[in-house]
């Protein structure tokens, strides 16, 4: 019966919380500032652009004033700079700053004077736009307290309600409690009962939960009316507010917390890569299942932009598109995209949303990567390393059409030599610079070398630098009699790249002085290397000698085949000699012992 009996009086209690929500705004007040003097007073304010209003609250002695900024509306994208509400501690816009409300503030700000006075100012920017905002302020006492109204809360579980419950909640209270479980644990709290005023935008009466230690933390959620909601932190500490004006007061609500372990850090399977070209993000779909998200739910700052989905889910872009934002660090450049998580079907069970924020950095003479993703105010981090895509050519001629693509490079003494340096990236407003290029006989530029520039200076007289040219740095030198002394030269020059929107960068200033150099380091820097030359008359003795090396190969069968008949012709002779020596003394034996007659006796 009383479940039927609340059904019936709801639809009655919220048509007259909406007449009297419309009924607040208070006659004879000034649309854009005034001086206001009542105790307590509601104000509906409605700017436009170009608003420029002030407001000044003064308070009676012994009281403290408090303001609510229960519901605001600037003109969207709108920046702090640009739009907001400044609260200052005093009679003026020069008294101390008590606080600032922007578009993005995420709370719902209650400030405090310590003064007799309260003044704030509203500006708003030129974009057309109805900015809407609902403040209340009212003075009391800072020594009064009620019972029940917050205070602080420990162990793993526990109960709390609103004062008086439940009985009506007092009017103009401002009620805080803290709830603080154990280490390593989470909270769940249940509004079991919740009955406050209900209106359009919870501007009157409200309960407000941030996800953090004190109401400077994320707010998890702002609700009113009758409703039994729920949330969960993402740590061990939660923040409950309870606001309450004078118009009407109902039984307010009865809250009980619990605890659950967190779960184990989950590892962000995500990796980041940067190149000059472009920007790629790899998220795995389990990952983006560990924080309750699908490929469906994923969007980069250009909404327009979409992953390509396989295994993994796929961000791929060049660096200067799909709403990249690019940032001179004054050290280094920045290209920064953020990809949205954002759930479907949320209901008043709240949890913070989650992004995946990827930045490469292009510093010094690397690339750097950092991916990190913020889940319920968890940062978890990735990092990577890199180089520019920096290439350097000789060219055959100033029109730096045709590169020469052979190596060595063979040239002649004090023959022109065109040089050029690419940077290889998808982004239009970059600018190339040589800052310096030496010249080495070693490749790897040890202590002997030769300076053609330094410090964008030109240090040998036959060099003639280029104007800038997008992407490209050129410029020209004669081959140096450094050639004289050694067969290769190798030349090594740092390249400097810059922010071609910025007039004041490395790029920009040119040649400059040893004592400058050391007031304004080098905003983004490489180096690469091109090499050997050498020199023509080195290419014509090696050719001479690889002819006559060609020459003695040829020749030496024929020698081979000369050098065998000559022996043979050696061995006949030698061989036909010897006969002829056995021949004569074989007849020389012969003539020396010839037969003589014998005398007879008879």
């Known amino acids: 019966m009383q479940l039927l009996w609340q059904f019936l009086l709801l639809p009655l209690l919220t048509a007259l919380a909406l007449s009297e929500s419309s009924s607040v705004e208070f006659t004879g007040v000034p649309r854009c500032g005034a001086a206001l003097h009542e105790p307590n007073k509601a104000l509906r304010i409605e700017l436009n652009a170009n608003a420029n209003c002030t407001w000044q609250i003064q308070r009676n002695a012994n009281q403290t004033i408090r ?29 101390a700053l008590l606080g600032q409300v922007c578009d993005d503030t995420d709370a719902v700000p209650v400030l405090e004077s310590s003064s007799d006075s309260l003044t704030f100012l509203i500006t708003t920017n030129s974009v057309p736009f109805t900015r809407n905002f609902f403040v209340y302020y009212y003075f009391f006492s800072p020594g009064s307290r009620i019972e029940n109204c917050g205070g602080e809360l420990t162990g793993p579980n526990g109960t709390f309600s609103s004062p008086n419950y439940p009985a009506p909640y007092p009017q103009f209270k401002y009620c805080v409690w803290h709830i603080r479980a154990p280490k390593n644990s989470k909270i769940n709290l249940e509004f079991r009962d919740f009955f406050l005023e209900l209106d359009r935008n919870c501007q009157l ?9 004190s109401t400077a933390s994320g707010l998890l959620g702002k609700v009113c009316g009758h409703a039994q909601p729920t949330f969960e932190s993402s740590s061990n500490v939660l923040t409950v507010v309870l606001s309450t004006d004078d118009t009407n007061s109902y039984r307010g609500f009865s809250a009980q917390y619990s605890t659950a372990p967190l779960p184990g850090p989950v590892e962000p399977n995500a990796t980041l890569t940067c190149s000059s070209d472009s920007m790629r993000i790899v998220l795995s779909k389990s990952y983006l299942a560990s924080l309750g998200f699908g490929e469906a739910h994923l969007q980069l700052n250009d909404p327009s932009c979409r992953p390509v989905v396989t295994d993994s889910v796929i961000f791929s872009f060049p660096l200067a598109s799909c709403g990249t934002i690019k940032k001179d660090e004054g050290h280094s450049i920045t290209y920064t995209n953020t990809i949205s998580l954002a759930a479907a079907g949320s209901t008043i069970t709240r949890q913070r949303s989650t992004e995946i924020t990827a930045r490469c950095t292009m510093s010094n003479n690397e690339t750097l990567e950092l991916i990190y993703t913020t889940t319920n105010n968890a940062i978890q981090q990735l990092a990577a390393g890199g180089r520019y ?3 350097m050519a000789f060219y055959e001629s100033d029109l730096f059409s045709k590169p020469v693509q052979y190596s060595p490079y063979y040239v002649d003494l004090n023959q022109t030599l065109f040089a050029e340096v690419t940077l290889h990236s998808t982004d239009p407003n970059l600018q190339v610079f040589i800052d310096t290029c030496t010249a080495s006989p070693q490749p790897g530029f040890g202590s002997l070398t030769y300076d053609l520039i330094r410090s964008g200076c030109n240090k040998d007289d036959t060099v003639v630098t280029y104007p800038a040219f997008g992407n490209h740095g050129r410029f020209k030198f004669r081959a140096f009699r450094f050639l004289r002394s050694f067969p290769s030269v190798y030349l090594q020059c740092d390249i ?27 905003t983004w820097k490489t180096n690469t290397v091109v090499g050997p030359i050498r020199l023509k008359r080195d290419l014509r003795a090696a050719e001479l000698s690889e002819s006559l090396t060609e020459v003695e190969a040829e020749n030496t069968p024929n020698l081979q085949q000369y050098n065998f008949h000559t022996l043979a012709f050696v061995v006949l002779v030698s061989n036909i000699l010897i006969v002829v020596a056995v021949i004569l003394k074989h007849h020389k034996h012969q003539g020396g012992y010839r037969y003589q007659n014998v005398q007879s006796s008879f």
């Open 205 to 213: 009466d409200f309960t407000a939960v941030y996800d953090g230690a």
């Open 67 to 95: 303001i609510v900024f229960s519901h605001f509306k600037f003109a969207p994208s709108s920046s702090c700079e640009t739009e907001s509400i400044k609260v200052f501690d005093g009679a003026s816009t020069a008294s």
């Open 496 to 522: 400097v790249i810059c922010d071609s929107n910025s007039t004041n960068s490395r790029c920009a200033r040119g040649c400059i002085s040893r004592q400058k150099r050391a007031i304004s380091p080098y």
């Open 389 to 391: 895509n920096v290439s």
